[in-house]
């Protein structure tokens, strides 16, 4: 399946430091995104990242992507509390309607 | 206004029962979502409606049935639900209807119960 493994699962770090959190998947894709769920609610869109894109940032956000490795990965520079929350990849199959979400890395800062 | 509201936030019902959730988008989307989430999974795909119309069905039992009434609503009725069907229920729309070239933008959710 198109499905995202994502690494790690969990990761817990002290509030300022940096987190980062990969994302790899299987097939090719058109476009490959980010989004962010605090306990229990709703996703919130992070980034956007094309295929024919290899690195895009957004505030405190950094996104790159490796097509050649099939992976991405996200980092969050100097983590505040509020980031404490789950991160999902998602991606598209070529032509596909429908995203496909990774199984999420669960994030926590530390104050 | 950039908001998917979903109601109603809680649902417990019996195995019996039948209820209907909603979901309003006022962006002017043309893809509209519902999800099925389980704790600490991701979020998967239950139907996908474009410019109205069911474009994707991902095989989900007849218990569950969606309906576009029109572009800004969604409803997803329930019947005769099972208690492994208890989850986060939550419902996106997004401006096109390629996916992946989308943002989707989530409703909070809807936790519902079966008993």
């Known amino acids: 399946s198109q499905q995202g493994e994502e690494d790690p699962q969990a990761l817990s770090i002290q509030e300022g430091e940096n987190a980062t959190m990969n994302c790899s998947y299987k097939?090719?894709?058109?476009?490959l995104q980010w989004y962010r769920q605090n306990s229990g609610r709703g996703l919130v869109h992070l980034i956007l990242i094309r295929s024919n894109e290899r690195e895009k940032h957004s505030g405190r956000l950094r996104v790159t992507l490796d097509t050649s490795k099939k992976s991405s990965s996200l980092l969050i520079t100097a983590s505040r509390a509020a980031d404490t929350a789950s991160y999902f990849c998602a991606t598209d199959d070529q032509g596909a309607q429908k995203l496909v979400f990774g199984q999420g890395t669960r994030l926590t800062i530390n104050p | 206004d950039t908001e998917v509201t979903q109601t109603p936030k809680h649902l417990v019902m019996g195995m019996t029962n039948k209820k209907s959730l909603k979901c309003e988008q006022h962006m002017g989307h043309r893809a509209m979502y519902w999800y099925k989430q389980k704790a600490k999974k991701p979020p998967e795909l239950m139907f996908v409606y474009s410019y109205e119309k069911l474009s994707i069905n991902e095989s989900v039992p007849s218990r569950f049935s969606p309906e576009c009434p029109n572009s800004s609503l969604l409803n997803l009725h329930l019947h005769a639900l099972q208690p492994e069907d208890s989850a986060l229920y939550l419902c996106?729309?997004?401006?096109?209807?390629?996916?992946?070239?989308?943002?989707?933008?989530f409703g909070p959710g809807t936790r519902l119960t079966v008993l």
């Open positions: 996106a729309s997004s401006q096109g209807w390629i996916a992946g070239g989308y943002e989707q933008f």
């Open positions: 097939t090719s894709i058109n476009n």
